[in-house]
């Protein structure tokens, strides 16, 4: 683990314009309706968001192209021209990543792909004609040398990653709850910043208390959103291990320690996990964003 020098939390930078970022199932829901991304674009231009692309949302998509064997290729295909959209591809980086260098302005010790790699998956995934030529080994930029192939197995390893490092969390901080107040009944609580040294420690850096305080202040949207995963834990019938979706909504919410950065998503659920947050003005429901 690498200890974070003592100094402040990296203050938001003045940017030109907002941000947005889609979800998983709003690509796959706009591909399949070019009236409702056509008055998406005119909202996000008036809006004056810039079109941010999720990495996680890629991998969902490529998933399930490698789950169906290549069946509904073309149906991915366009989901992914929704994500990326037109013109330049800017991908965000990876959650953890993000969080590091945006709070912190440190590399993540913990990532394992990288945007680059992300962004030429999306641009084979939009050029290739079928599956079977997206899998294809083809030459890749000005080296001869340099060749290019999708490992599904990439895909899936990072799934299962992501995944395990939910539930292992749930489940770690179901024992960490601090007793609140005395007494049998008393609440037990995890506090905002055992709860963000610990992600940080997950993503290998160890973070002070000063850092942990003020970096908590900038991710309570995915700390309640994991708070109120842990609360399910405790109803019988949620299993988290079976929610796996869960997973991604969360790591998506990390992005939001940007303040000038939006979500769009299809899941009422996952705004409403996280309410008590002023993040979560940021987080938009597509069908309210486009009244039909």
């Known amino acids: 683990m690498l200890s974070v020098p003592e100094r402040s939390v990296r203050q938001p930078s003045h940017k030109p314009s907002h941000s947005v970022f889609l979800d998983t199932d709003v690509c796959i829901h706009l591909a399949n309706s070019e ?20 990495p996680l949302a890629l991998i969902e998509l490529l998933n399930g192209i490698h ?3 290549g069946r509904h290729f073309q149906e991915s ?29 440190r590399a993540c010790p913990a990532t394992r792909l990288f945007s680059r790699q992300i962004e030429n998956w999306a641009k084979f995934a939009i050029q290739s004609r079928d599956w079977k030529h997206f899998c294809s080994e083809r030459k890749f930029g000005s080296s001869v040398r340099k060749m290019f192939s999708f490992k599904p197995e990439i895909v899936a390893e990072q799934l299962a990653e992501e995944r395990s490092w939910y539930v292992e969390t749930l ?22 910043e055992y709860w963000t040294k610990r992600m940080f420690l997950r993503l290998g850096l160890v973070i002070t208390e000063d850092q942990a ?6 991710l309570t949207a995915a700390r309640l ?29 990390l992005y939001l320690c940007d303040p000038l950065i939006n979500f769009v998503t299809d899941d009422t659920k996952i705004r409403t996990r996280c309410i008590g ?9 597509l069908r309210e964003l486009i009244k039909e």
Do not use: M
């Open 213 to 218: 305080q003020e970096c908590s202040k900038r």
């Open 35 to 54: 009236a409702r991304l056509r008055e998406l674009e005119k909202l996000r231009k008036r809006q004056g968001w810039k079109l941010l692309s999720s």
């Open 67 to 69: 789950t169906d064997r």
């Open 171 to 192: 489940s770690e901080f179901q024992v960490a709850r601090q007793p609140l107040g005395k007494g049998p009944k008393s609440e037990r609580v995890v506090s905002p």
């Open 225 to 253: 959103f994991d708070l109120a995963g842990l609360d399910l834990t405790r109803v019988q019938s949620y299993k988290a291990e079976t929610r796996s979706h869960d997973s991604t909504d969360w790591q998506h919410l």
């Open 77 to 105: 295909q366009r989901a992914i021209r929704v994500l990326v959209g037109r013109g330049r591809i800017n991908f965000l980086r990876f959650p953890g990543e993000f969080v590091c260098k945006t709070l912190l302005d």
């Open 277 to 285: 947050s002023p993040d979560a003005s940021r987080i938009h429901i």
